[in-house]
Every structure is written in structure tokens, then in C-alpha cells.
């Protein structure tokens, strides 16, 4: 076992590491990075060895993922739980020295199975699994996330001329006042510590929506504000960012930037200079994918809205029916059909995820 572990460690320094040189390394960074390969080499290798199917190695390889995938299923939707999909948690957990522990591991495996089987290393392939396993994990920097969103912001704010900007006189003022009164109560009900400043914006429009950026920024109809509902559709919106929706999507095209293993530790581990992020929001498609959900991004922030909302003490029953009913009257990406092809899901299946959230959080209420 021992003579494995030390001919892997060397061979996945040799090749991996290959095209790397001292010069294009900060101090410290290749012995970090040979370090933590040396100490998880031997255990994975022993967890690959006992998973390998002697008959068909083949079976062990990673699933391949068309890239089009990404667009109604984000990819990291598939490591998503129960306990996920029906929001036990409002507020998405950032751990970056977990996520970063798992990626390698993960990768490390596909290419030592890789070894193992074929007694050599796909770095092509091994590369694209790192990726994938990289875009299932929550790593973006807050500062980062507020950045793209500002961007996104102030591209509305100069183009949106029904974007009411704030005064201080008259019914703009007493509309944002409202509204800010909203916003407050419906942050009160989050009990969970997260590190995010919201501020809410209204749009000229009698229709009941909203919509969110990453990094807090929210866009309210005036029709919401007079409306029974505007609980639940706040706190839905504000789902969104808190579960790190779109900055899930942003992370997956960041990750698409990379061409090398060391450029994804590197991004996956030290703060994105600003010049970068400006050169790379350039070459991304924000705005193409601003306020576009999955089915599974859209049943999650309904279920958290439930889940926030049911801390107020509301009759929720009959406000899901209004909701749902507002929703199918404004949304035309809904489909009342459970089969048919969209980005978002079915308005009995937000209808049956939110009766089962609901449910959920009554009994807790009572244990509690």
C-alpha cells in the first residue's frame, strides 16, 4: 500500500503539475498544493481501490453533462437533499475550506480510478470533473456577489424607465416608505444570521411581482404593496439571493473561464481582483440569465417564502391560493401542465411544495 501511495503522489505531481513553474506561482503555493495531495493520497486511494468494479471499470468513470444541462437544471442542483428542497435552512451556508476539501478528494478520485484502470491520467478529463464538482459548491465571495450585482443594478437603474428612484417628497416617498416597511418585516422573520443588506426598489407597475439580484438588490411592482400576498412575494424574492440562486449561475460561468487545475484552486480560494471581475463580466452572459430560475431554484424559493412567512403568524392556507393565483395570471412562463417543457415548474407543483412546507413548519411550531 505504501509503494501505491508513493507512486501516485508522485505521478499526479509529475503530470497534473507538469505545466506549472515556480514563476507563475505565488511563494508557498506549490509545497501547499503537494502537501495536500501527499496527506489524502493514501486514503483515497484505498476508498478507490474498494469502490473499482473489477469487471467493469468503466461504471466508475464520472456521468457525463451536456452543458446545455446547466440551463434548466443547474449543476449543482443534483447534489441538492430532501432537507434542501423543501428549505430547512433559509440562509445557504458558505464554508469555503470544506467545499475547497471536497473538490479535492472528489477529483483526486476520478483520476487515481483513472490510474488505477488505464495506468494513466486524462488531464482533460480530469479538469472537467474538478469543474463540475466545483459549480455544486457555494464558494463566491460576498463581496464578490455584491459586486455583479451592482453591476446589474446600475444597468437597470440607467435603463428601466419604470424604475421609480427614491425622494423625499410626496407619494414616491410615502410608496418607498411602504415599502421599506415590508422589507423590514419580512427580514424580521429570518432568524438565521446572514451577511446580507437588502434594498428595495419599486417599478411602476400595478402587476403583483418582484424580482432579486445577487448581493440584495430587490425590485418591487407597486401593485404589491396594497396586496394580501406581498408577504410571500417578498420573501420569496429575497429566497433567492439568500439561497445564492443566481450567484450559483455566476460561480458556473466564472468556473467555465478556467483552463487549468491551479487556476481553479486559485479561484475557488483567494479573492478575485476587481480588474478581473470587470474583464470577466465581459465575457459573461449576466444579463441573458438575470432573472431566469430552474423549476428547482423556483420550488425552493417558494418553499423558503412559506418558511419565513409562517413566522409572522399568517393564515397561510389562503394566502397560498392567492398566490398561486397571481402568479399564473402574471408569469408566462408557467405551465399549469405537468409535463410541459419550461424553465419554470408547474403551478400545482409550487402549489403541492408549499402546502408541504407549510405543513412541515406547523408541526414544528407546535414542538416548539
Known amino acids: 500500500m505504501n509503494r501505491i501511495a508513493v507512486f501516485c503522489f508522485c505521478f499526479m505531481a509529475s503530470v497534473c503539475l507538469s505545466p ?3 514563476q507563475n ?6 509545497d501547499s498544493f503537494l502537501q495536500e495531495l501527499k496527506t489524502t493520497t493514501e486514503e ?24 446545455k444541462t446547466a440551463l434548466k437544471a443547474h449543476d449543482y442542483e443534483s447534489a441538492l437533499t430532501i432537507e434542501d428542497k423543501l428549505c430547512q435552512r433559509v440562509v445557504e451556508p458558505f464554508e469555503l475550506t470544506g467545499n475547497f476539501s471536497s473538490l479535492f478528494n472528489n477529483s483526486l478520485s476520478t483520476s487515481l480510478t483513472s490510474l488505477i484502470t488505464t495506468s494513466k491520467v486524462d488531464k482533460k478529463k480530469l479538469l472537467k470533473s474538478a469543474k463540475l464538482e466545483a459549480k455544486k459548491m457555494n464558494w463566491l465571495p460576498m463581496s464578490q456577489e455584491v459586486y455583479f450585482g451592482r453591476q446589474s443594478h446600475k444597468d437597470r437603474f440607467a435603463n428601466d424607465p419604470q424604475l421609480i428612484p427614491r425622494s423625499k417628497k410626496g407619494r414616491v416617498k410615502r410608496l418607498y416608505a411602504q415599502a421599506d416597511k415590508l422589507l423590514e418585516n419580512v427580514l424580521a422573520q429570518i432568524k438565521e444570521e446572514h451577511p446580507y443588506h437588502f434594498t428595495i426598489f419599486l417599478i411602476n407597475s400595478a402587476e403583483v411581482n418582484a424580482t432579486a439580484v445577487q448581493g440584495g438588490f430587490l425590485y418591487v411592482n407597486t401593485g404589491v404593496l396594497d396586496s394580501d400576498i406581498a408577504p410571500l412575494v417578498l420573501s420569496h424574492e429575497i429566497a433567492h439571493v439568500l439561497k445564492r440562486h443566481q450567484t450559483r449561475e455566476l460561480q458556473a460561468q466564472l468556473i ?4 487549468t487545475l491551479e487556476d481553479l484552486k486559485d479561484l475557488l480560494t483567494k479573492n478575485t481582483k476587481k ?3 470587470k474583464d470577466l463580466s465581459r465575457t459573461i452572459s449576466l444579463e441573458k440569465r438575470q432573472n431566469e430560475f430552474s423549476r428547482q431554484q423556483e420550488l425552493q ?5 412559506i418558511r419565513i412567512a409562517s413566522q409572522a403568524g399568517l393564515n397561510l392556507k389562503p394566502l397560498i391560493n392567492r398566490y398561486i393565483q397571481a402568479l399564473s395570471g402574471s408569469d408566462p412562463k408557467g405551465d399549469t401542465n405537468q409535463g410541459q417543457s419550461t424553465t419554470h415548474p408547474s403551478y400545482p407543483d409550487r402549489e403541492k411544495r408549499m402546502r408541504a412546507v407549510l405543513k412541515q413548519s406547523q408541526r414544528n411550531n407546535v414542538k416548539e
Open 20 to 22: 506549472l513553474t515556480s
Open 301 to 305: 424559493a417558494d418553499a423558503c417564502a
Open 256 to 259: 467555465d473561464t478556467v483552463e
Open 44 to 67: 483515497v486511494i484505498e476508498e478507490t481501490k474498494a469502490g473499482l468494479q473489477v469487471d467493469d471499470p468503466a461504471a466508475n468513470q464520472p456521468k457525463k453533462i451536456s452543458s
Open 275 to 277: 480588474d478581473r471581475l
Open 25 to 30: 506561482l505565488q511563494a508557498g503555493a506549490l
